[in-house]
C-alpha cells in the first residue's frame, strides 16, 4: 500500500529557508507524478510543484518559480522541497501528492493524484 509522509515543516521569518522532504513506502517514484500541494486557511488548495517521471519534468506555480526547487533522491523514494526567499504568504499547510496516468496539462489538479500525505504546516512570519 502506497503511504506519503511529508516532513521539514516549521517557522521561519520571512526571507529564510525550510525544505520538506515527503517519503513514499509501497513504491516508488520512478513512474507516474509527485507533487506539492498547499493550503492556507480559508483558501482552496492549490498547485505548488510537480514532477513528473515520463519526461524528468518539473513545473512550478508562477508565485514560487525562482524560490522553491522540487528534487528526488537517487532511490526514487523521497522528494525533496526546498524553498528559498520565503514570503508570509506561503503560510500554509503543505502536502504531498503521487499518482500515476498524469499528464502535463493535469499536473496542477489535485483532483487528478491518487495519493496524499498528511500535510506539513510552514508559518512565514514577518
Known amino acids: 500500500q502506497v503511504q506519503l509522509v511529508e516532513s521539514g515543516g516549521g517557522q521561519v521569518q520571512a526571507g529564510g529557508s525550510l525544505r520538506l522532504s515527503c517519503t513514499l513506502s509501497?513504491?516508488?517514484?520512478?513512474?507516474?507524478?509527485v507533487g506539492w500541494f498547499r493550503q492556507a486557511p480559508g483558501e482552496e488548495r492549490e498547485f505548488v510543484s510537480a514532477?513528473?517521471?515520463?519526461?524528468?519534468?518539473?513545473h512550478y506555480a508562477e508565485s514560487v518559480k525562482g524560490r522553491f526547487t522540487l528534487s528526488r533522491d537517487n532511490a526514487r523514494t523521497t522528494v525533496y522541497l526546498q524553498m528559498n526567499s520565503l514570503k508570509t504568504e506561503d503560510t500554509a499547510v503543505y502536502y504531498c501528492?503521487?499518482?500515476?496516468?498524469?499528464?502535463?496539462?493535469?499536473?496542477?489538479?489535485?483532483?487528478?493524484?491518487?495519493?496524499w500525505g498528511q500535510g506539513t504546516q510552514v508559518t512565514v512570519s514577518s
Open positions: 501528492t503521487y499518482g500515476t496516468g498524469l499528464i502535463t496539462s493535469t499536473l496542477r489538479n489535485g483532483a487528478a493524484y491518487t495519493y
Open positions: 509501497g513504491g516508488t517514484f520512478r513512474r507516474g507524478a
Open positions: 514532477f513528473k517521471s515520463s519526461d524528468a519534468s518539473t
